[in-house]
Antibody
Framework: QVQLVQSGPEVKKPGSSVKVSCKAS????????IHWVRQDPGQGLEWLGR????????NYALKFQGRVSIFADTSTSTVSMGLSSLRSEDTAVYFC?????????????WGQGTPVTVSS | EIVLTQSPGTLSLSPGERATLSCRAS???????LAWYQQKPGQAPRLLVY???SRATGIPDRFSGSGSGTDFTLTISRLEPEDFAVYYC????????FGQGTKLEIK
């Protein structure tokens, strides 16, 4: 059973950056890709990008390229997602999510979510 | 980007009734890459169906998925009280996009 435990809520000013972490249990890193998905207050779900820890590769949604970075630290089984140049529209709950393998698979395990609020 | 449109936005039914939720894609996608999720208030989404028709581990058989091309359906054969939630479809054929959700509420 995969468990994903995320860092706590964040409140940020417009223009600043945020970093959210996600610690995975067991041998998750050797078998899964780790994605980041956000859910805005209107409840829409949006994919930001993913990392494949065993390959050390990451790829990002076109909309967020240049603003998002996803990094896996295999020594601590932790994935971090950084988002820069924050604006009010980035206010959302951010989830880390797994998909099996390094190919294309559905999202099978979800973290508990990290609320990020962007407000002046 | 592939846009997914779900209908209806809200579905009001009673326990024991049958629910039919629709998801339409802006372009044809392989059924291999269509999933359905359930989300309850304050919780993360949960995977119900993948590959358009395969139930995820532990999902009751009252949930079934079908469809191909641009039209997909999630059916709940006999609604239980715990099934009232928001349902999302997702395509992972070309990047990842989600529908806007269908809220299934108690009538």
């Amino acid at each position: 059973q995969v468990q994903l435990v995320q860092s706590g809520p964040e409140v940020k000013k417009p223009g600043s950056s945020v970093k959210v972490s996600c610690k995975a249990s067991g041998d998750t890193f050797s078998r899964y890709s780790i994605h980041w998905v956000r859910q805005d207050p209107g409840q829409g779900l949006e994919w930001l990008g993913r990392t494949i820890p065993i390959l050390g590769e990451s790829n990002y949604a076109l909309k967020f390229q240049g603003r998002v970075s996803i990094f896996a630290d295999t020594s601590t089984s932790t994935v971090s997602m950084g988002l820069s140049s924050l604006r009010s529209e980035d206010t959302a709950v951010y989830f880390c999510v797994t998909s099996y393998g390094s190919g294309v698979s559905p999202f099978d395990y979800w973290g508990q979510g990290t609320p990020v609020t962007v407000s002046s | 980007e592939i846009v997914l449109t779900q209908s209806p936005g809200t579905l009001s039914l009673s326990p024991g009734e049958r629910a039919t939720l629709s998801c339409r894609a802006s372009q044809s996608i392989s059924s291999t890459y269509l999933a359905w999720y359930q989300q309850k208030p304050g919780q993360a989404p949960r995977l119900l169906v993948y590959g358009a028709s395969s139930r995820a581990t532990g999902i009751p058989d009252r949930f079934s998925g079908s469809g191909s091309g641009t039209d997909f359906t999630l059916t709940i054969s006999r609604l239980e009280p715990e099934d009232f939630a928001v349902y999302y479809c997702q395509q992972y054929f070309s990047s990842h996009t989600f529908g806007q959700g269908t809220k299934l509420e108690i009538k």
